[in-house]
Nanobody, 123 residues
Framework: QVQLVESGGGLVQAGGSLRLSCAAS????????MGWFRQAPGKEREFVAA????????YYADSVKGRFTISRDNAKNTVFLQMNSLKPEDTAVYHC????????????????WGQGTQVTVSS
């Protein structure tokens, strides 16, 4: 069982930056693929970014490529999402997720999910 707790969301102006964190419980954190997803009001949840177990492999949605960076610290059981050049369309609840299988990084079939943190970007 893995529990995930996100933090770092907030209100920021367009062009600004935020850094999200996701703290995970458990001793096997390094065995999981970690992902970030987001869901805006009235829209389906969508993939944002994922990172492999070692941190060397990263995957991004086209909409955030070049602006967002995902990373992880296995010693601290934490995954990060650095978000730069934020746009109003980035406004959403951001969820951290974990999965054991190292495939289909872009799909929703993650095993564990956090409650989410709200990110609001004003124009």
């Amino acid at each position: 069982q893995v529990q995930l707790v996100e933090s770092g969301g907030g209100l920021v102006q367009a062009g600004g930056s935020l850094r999200l964190s996701c703290a995970a419980s458990g001793r096997t954190f390094s065995m999981y693929v970690m992902g970030w997803f987001r869901q805006a009001p009235g829209k389906e949840r969508e993939f944002v970014a994922a990172v492999g177990w070692s941190g060397s492999s990263t995957y991004y949605a086209d909409s955030v490529k070049g602006r967002f960076t995902i990373s992880r610290d296995n010693a601290k059981n934490t995954v990060f999402l650095q978000m730069n050049s934020l746009k109003p369309e980035d406004t959403a609840v951001y969820h951290c997720a974990a999965k054991r299988t190292h495939s289909n990084y872009y799909s929703n079939d993650y095993d564990y999910w956090g409650q989410g943190t709200q990110v609001t970007v004003s124009s």
